[in-house]
């Protein structure tokens, strides 16, 4: 596609339940990141994928969260048991494997746990 | 490890008005830094970026940033403001021999009429 694809944009879930968040980078993009934006907390950092290298996970909260990245494509993040402070905005990122280049962002997912 | 700090979480000024939106990094090893913009409901998006080369670095916008690698930052400036600027504004840090792209905390830049 023209762009980082994700879905759902929308998801609104109850405490304790598991989501799974989907990300479809751009074609030719070996590198992708997931990121979370709390209000007034910025953009927190949770995991990156480059190309068929083991992911940096430093960033995963707590082990509820896990991603997956299938194909070198599209990648799933996962939360499980579900809180009210995972409630956030889920960004997802790719860029070309290259550390010039700039990283493309999605439009996110809100994620809002009740 | 790396971090970035943006100490101004908020920004108002006048239109037409000069703006400085400051950033520092800490990094131990060589940088790319990057400025990321994000209109309201809008999702993010490059503004500019420091890779190499002549260290004043322009949008298209007007914006311009410094790479100061003396006192590790990367302020962001503008001589006259626009509504249309009204934005939250991200500093970000990619060290050049690793991808992982670290955010600062954002900046809300408000343009009052």
């Known amino acids: 596609g023209a762009g980082v694809s994700q879905s759902p944009s929308n998801k609104v879930t109850e405490k304790g339940k598991d989501v799974e968040l989907r990300c479809d980078p751009i074609?030719?993009?070996?590198?992708l990141y997931w990121y979370r934006q709390s209000l007034g907390q910025g953009l927190e950092f949770l995991i990156y994928?480059?190309?068929?290298?083991?992911?940096?996970k430093s960033g995963l909260p707590s082990d509820r969260f896990s991603a997956e990245r299938t194909g070198g494509s599209v990648s799933t993040l996962t939360i499980q048991r579900t809180q009210q402070e995972d409630s956030a905005v889920y960004l997802c990122?790719?860029?070309?494997?290259?550390?010039?280049?700039?990283?493309?962002f999605g439009q996110g997912t809100r994620l809002t746990v009740v | 490890a790396q971090s970035v700090t943006q100490l101004d979480s908020q920004v108002p000024v006048f239109e037409e008005a000069p703006v400085e939106l400051r950033c520092n990094y800490s990094?131990?090893?060589?940088?790319?830094l990057f400025w990321y913009v994000q209109y309201p409901n809008q999702g993010l998006q490059l503004l500019l970026k420091y890779l190499s080369g002549s260290t004043l670095v322009e949008s298209i916008n007007g914006f311009e940033a410094e790479f100061n690698k003396s006192q590790t930052s990367f302020h962001l400036r503008k001589p006259s403001v626009h509504i249309s600027d009204t934005a939250e504004y991200f500093c970000a840090v990619k060290e050049t021999s690793y991808d992982k792209v670290i955010f600062g905390p954002g900046t809300s830049l408000s343009v009052i009429p």
């Open positions: 990094s131990s090893v060589s940088v790319y």
């Open positions: 994928f480059q190309g068929n290298s083991a992911p940096d």
């Open positions: 990122a790719s860029s070309l494997e290259v550390a010039r280049a700039e990283a493309f």
């Open positions: 074609s030719g993009h070996t590198a």
